[in-house]
């Protein structure tokens, strides 16, 4: 009797461990730079270029097995657009007499809500790719515009109004990378995702946004 307590006490004991070294919850954060633009459905503008920006997130991951995860992430994320043009200007008689240039940067910053599925391989250095929609919340934009034409004084100006944007933002992300544990319970993350906005956010014209990311982040697990 007292040896098959002793056998269904291990056994329990197994079955414990094994999952609390399975399902970890882990914090963390990712940080880095992104290239973003709008893109339209409909047209195509080759006027419109990428911008560099900034992405830095708090996470939350849920490890459901050795393999799959679920992840969640609360951040902030400049996005927008460069877009510029230039060409030649002729006097009356049709004789050209310089050039104009036009430059507009598009700052978008947006409260970001990734939400992910994630799918590690590997033993200790893992690779791993997720997925999943994220929701956008717009809460500052910034226009600066750099104008010059012949005979005339160099045009600097700025404004802060949202008025031709929508507030929010919808979008689907994917992305790779690999994790590299520096302890049982910390581990160093590279990673390069792609957002694409499915959403149209302008009122006057149609504009999505779309990012590519290139992060560096961390993750401390907890066991249960």
Wanted: glycine share 8%; hydrophobic share 40%.
């Amino acid at each position: 009797m007292k040896n098959i307590l002793l056998l269904f006490i291990l056994f329990y004991s197994g079955i414990n461990l094994a999952n609390a070294q399975e399902n970890k919850l882990e914090i963390g954060g990712v940080a880095g730079a992104n290239f973003s633009r709008f893109y339209s459905l409909k047209n195509f503008n080759s006027s419109i270029t990428e911008k560099a920006g900034l992405s830095f997130a708090a996470a939350f991951q849920y490890n459901i097995n050795s393999i799959f995860s679920a992840r969640a992430e609360f951040g902030l994320e400049r996005k927008g657009m460069h877009s510029s043009m230039s060409g030649q200007v002729k006097d009356e008689n049709g004789n050209p007499v310089g050039m104009y240039r036009y430059t507009l940067y598009e700052h978008m910053d947006y409260f970001t809500f990734p939400v992910l599925a994630r799918a590690s391989f590997g033993e200790e250095e893992k690779f791993f790719v997720n997925a999943g929609p994220y929701f956008g919340f717009l809460v500052a934009k910034t226009n600066k515009i750099f104008a010059s034409a012949p005979n005339q004084f160099p045009l600097k100006a700025e404004n802060n109004n949202m008025d031709g944007f929508k507030r929010a933002d919808f979008g689907f992300s994917f992305g790779a990378g690999v994790s590299i544990p520096a302890n049982e319970q910390l581990t160093f993350t590279l990673e390069i995702r792609d957002n694409l906005g499915l959403m149209n956010i302008g009122k006057i014209s149609s504009a999505r946004n779309h990012s590519l990311a290139l992060l560096a982040g961390f993750n401390y697990s907890f066991m249960d």
